[in-house]
């Protein structure tokens, strides 16, 4: 038990030891100063040896035991009188270099005494009553001694010399040429004498020039010249060189001073038998032609035959001193040189070329004729046929379309000498086909693009897919979005001025398309007061007429109807001819007049720069500015209506040359309502839509604008009654009694009228009493309905349709008889009155007949082929 508790006691010991070991390893590091970071502002703790130190950081401007205090640096500016300033890492942080004559830490001290340093480069200092100054050395000045005396700025060094500045002195620097202190001295060149050969030297600034004799040449005159290198001999001549000159040895056959001349060998007459010598280089030549001999000087005599006269390989025949010759088929001629011509009738049709066998050189290069000519088939002609047609005279049309070449469906069309494809349209997936053959697809519409319905036409350019637009009527542009449709709405003009340049051989080109009701209307002026191309309608044509020099010349007219509110498109071309045309699908008669032009290219080009649309400048313009007929001349009524697709001279007249200043009561578009369509004229009263507004045309007794009013004439006026006293004569109609009432005398209306004089008749049927179409007659103070056959009532308001049903069969057996009698009496009745009008009938015309064709808004409403017989 005692050894147990003994050695737990030594365990316990151990234990304690070892802790306590431990924990002074753990704890010896921080039994420091620095742990309780001592060190402020960026600096770093040192406890190297027995107390803790503070190391300032580098970048920092504090310093000091705890980098607390702060250093001055150059940002400061501390140094004074312009002394250079150096940063320093300790204090006081900064280093100033001062200027000559100051000194202290900031340059603050001015001297006042020599002192070391005062005076600069060797300068001398001395006291003065005011101060220290200096005795400066040779080339320097200022105070101190610190500028050095620049000698060149006075400019010594001459003839362009650069001057360089030294100590108390200067350099100048020569360019050649010259010499000396200061480069005044020229330089003679010549004086080493360069040139040789006799040469002259002239002296020049910095350099010489040798003037060499003929001989010679080189820059000191050195070189001798070689006179045969410019090859002076001809034809074949040698060359000798010399000093100097140089000698030409001719070869055989020249002469003369570089062998120029050509020794004519034809001058002993060599040839024989009038042989003909040519002469050529040291030789000459005979030509024995048509003088019977040969040799090499026509010594040798010949036969008829021999010389070959039958030309195109005809065959000779001697006969004594004469010859035949036989001609092979296709030539002619008494030596067989002329070829007959077979192709003088122009035998080849669709524009074939002929050829005629007997021309050599088109064998082997037209497939109609063989490889190799031969004289036994020259005769004749061959048919070289254009691609598409065949045939010996090329009278065949090659139908291309029977090989199917179109493709994707596309429609082939054979035309001469060649077919085309009309591809389909866009199919149900949006595929375009074109090309030659309908081969390609074309994507140039594959986001169409085009504007105001244009269609939009698909291609290939140089491998891109492009496309464009086919724009309709009214539209133009690349994407048919310029609008081309201008609205004339009365009184109207649109004035265009231009400078007319010729459209090829025309001198002016004008083209529109026009949509109007009026009968007469001026379209287009064109010119001036003196001459101008006016385009007009008259009584419902198309009429063109041209003054020149203030006289007329030219009316042409279209007789076609084209005030009837369509499209009509019309063209007038003013060349050496003047031509007016209606381009109308209507048109199927004649529609192009023709003649003469009375104008010359002068006047144009003078008179054809102001084009008025429409109607002439008078009024006031969009902008307000009053404007004048500048022409004062007489013209149709200004258009109604609407006018599209202008072109003056190939330019294209749009909307945008609509300005306040040049036009009036012209708007982009075709701005037309179409008043008939809800049919405002009443009691079958016929509808004409005027443009502007409508006019209704009535049937007896309606009248009014929408045919509403009736009018029914008395026959009989009722009596009027005369009155009066020393102040007023009175007068009052339809039976109205005259009465003074307080001194003044009034007419008493009977019932049924009104006015002063009692001469307005009342109209009861204003307020339209008559129902379901009943005819209102107007009487004396009241109204009579005349109802239609199916109503009946003081109004018409009874519908008598409800027992039409029932009486039909109640009264079918009367109605026979009735019908038998009454057919009886008709035939009496025509019998006797076809007598009477014959004998005895007179005519009233109708209401429309008196008035006759009536014009209101520029239509014309014929009268309606009527007649009565009372």
């Not at 070892?18 to 620095?34: A, P, Q, R």
């Not at 088939?377 to 598409?388: F, L």
């Not at 006047?603 to 009024?619: E, R, S, Y």
């Not at 009014?704 to 005369?722: A, D, F, S």
Request: aromatic fraction near 8%; charged fraction near 20%.
């Amino acid at each position: 038990m005692a050894l147990s508790r003994i050695n737990s006691l030594l365990i316990f010991c151990l234990n304690l030891l070892l802790l306590l070991h431990v924990k002074k390893s753990f704890c010896i590091g921080n039994d420091t100063e620095c742990f309780s970071n001592p060190c402020p502002n960026n600096s770093t703790c040192d406890d190297a040896g027995k107390d803790s130190t503070c190391h300032c950081s580098g970048t920092t401007e504090n310093v000091g035991e705890d980098c607390i205090k702060k250093l001055v640096s150059c940002s400061s500016k501390p140094c004074k009188r312009n002394g250079f300033c150096f940063d320093l890492d300790e204090e006081p942080g900064f280093l100033c270099r001062c200027p000559p004559g100051y000194g202290g830490k900031h340059c603050e001290i001015t001297f006042t005494s020599c002192v070391s340093g005062f005076c600069r480069h060797g300068g001398i200092c001395h006291e003065g009553t005011s101060g220290p100054f200096c005795d400066c050395p040779d080339g320097f000045i200022g105070k101190h001694c610190e500028t050095d005396f620049n000698e060149c700025a006075s400019n010594p060094c001459r003839n362009g010399a650069v001057c360089q500045d030294g100590i108390n002195g200067y350099s100048c620097f020569c360019v050649p040429g010259f010499q000396g202190r200061y480069c005044d001295r020229e330089v003679d060149e010549c004086v080493s004498n360069p040139c040789y050969n006799g040469a002259k030297c002239h002296n020049k600034v910095g350099s010489y020039i040798c003037d060499c004799l003929p001989e010679y040449f080189g820059t000191n005159c050195e070189f001798e010249i070689d006179q045969c290198l410019s090859q002076p001999c001809l034809n074949g001549g040698t060359c000798q060189d010399s000093v100097g000159r140089y000698f030409c040895d001719c070869a055989s056959g020249f002469r003369g001073e570089h062998c120029e001349i050509n020794t004519n060998e034809c001058l002993s007459q060599p040839c024989l038998n009038q042989g003909k010598c040519t002469d050529g280089y040291n030789s000459y030549s005979c030509n024995c032609d048509d003088t019977g001999f040969t040799g090499t000087h026509c010594e040798i005599s010949l036969s008829v035959c021999s010389s070959k006269p039958c030309h195109n390989n005809g065959t000779c025949e001697e006969f004594d001193d004469t010859f035949i010759c036989h001609c092979w088929p296709g030539f002619t001629g008494s030596q067989c040189e002329i070829d007959i011509n077979e192709c003088s009738s122009n035998p080849c049709l669709s524009t074939g070329e002929c050829v005629e066998r007997s021309w050599a050189s088109h064998y082997g290069k037209i497939p109609e004729l063989p490889s190799e000519f031969n004289y036994l088939q020259a005769t004749g002609y061959v048919c070289h046929c254009q691609p598409g047609y065949t045939g010996s005279r090329c009278e065949d049309d090659i139908d291309e379309c029977s090989s199917n070449p179109c493709r994707n469906g596309g429609m082939c069309e054979n035309i001469p000498g060649n077919y085309t494809c009309h591809c389909p349209p866009k199919d149900y997936q949006g595929i375009v086909y074109g090309g030659v053959d309908c081969r390609e697809i074309f994507l140039g519409c594959t986001q169409d693009k085009c504007q105001n319905n244009g269609i939009c036409i698909p291609y290939v350019q140089n491998g891109q897919h492009e496309f464009s637009c086919l724009c309709p009527s009214g539209y133009s542009g690349s994407l048919c979005d310029i609008m081309t449709t201008l609205s004339f709405e009365g009184n109207s003009f649109l004035w265009i001025t231009s400078t007319p340049g010729p459209i090829k051989d025309s001198l002016s080109n004008i083209a529109l398309s026009f949509q109007t009701v009026q009968p007469s209307a001026l379209l287009l002026l064109r010119g001036d007061k003196d001459t101008h191309v006016k385009l007009e309608l008259w009584n419902g044509y198309v009429s063109l007429s041209i003054q020149a020099n203030n006289q007329s010349k030219v009316l042409l007219h279209i007789s076609h109807n084209v005030s009837d509110g369509e499209w009509h498109s019309v063209e007038v071309t003013l060349a050496e001819a003047v031509t007016l045309t209606l381009r109308d699908d209507s048109c199927v008669e004649k529609c192009v007049n023709k003649t003469p032009s009375p104008i010359e290219r002068d006047q144009v080009m003078i008179a054809f720069q102001n084009t008025f649309l429409g109607g002439l400048p008078v009024g006031k313009t969009n902008d307000g500015a009053t404007l004048l007929n500048i022409y004062n001349m007489h013209s149709a009524p200004s258009f109604v209506g609407c006018l599209q697709d202008i072109e003056i001279d190939l330019n294209l007249i749009t909307s945008e040359n609509i300005s306040s200043g040049s036009s009036f009561n012209v708007k982009a578009g075709c701005d037309r309502k179409y008043w008939c369509e809800n049919h405002p004229c009443q009691n079958r009263g016929r509808c004409v839509n005027l443009w502007l507004s409508y006019q209704c045309d009535c049937y007896r007794p309606y009248e009014g604008l929408n045919c509403l009013r009736g009018k029914l004439c008395r026959q009989t006026r009722l009596p009027m009654t005369v009155c009066g006293n020393e102040r007023r004569n009175l007068t009052c109609y339809n039976h109205s009694n005259c009465t003074e009432l307080q001194g003044d005398l009034k007419c008493v209306c009977r019932p049924g009228f009104t006015g002063e004089w009692c001469e307005k008749d009342i109209n009861e049927c204003d307020s339209d009493p008559c129902l379901n179409g009943g005819l209102c007659q107007n009487l004396l103070n009241t109204f009579q309905c005349n109802c239609d056959g199916n109503f009946a009532g003081e109004r018409c308001e009874l519908d008598l349709t409800d027992n039409l049903i029932s009486d039909i069969f109640t009264a079918i057996g009367s109605i026979t008889l009735a019908v038998l009698l009454i057919l009886f009496l008709a035939v009496v009745a025509s019998f006797i009155a076809s007598n009477k009008r014959a004998n005895q009938g007179t005519y009233s015309p109708s209401r429309q007949e008196k008035e006759g064709s009536r014009v209101e808004m520029w239509n014309m409403v014929q009268p309606p082929p009527m007649e009565r017989l009372i």
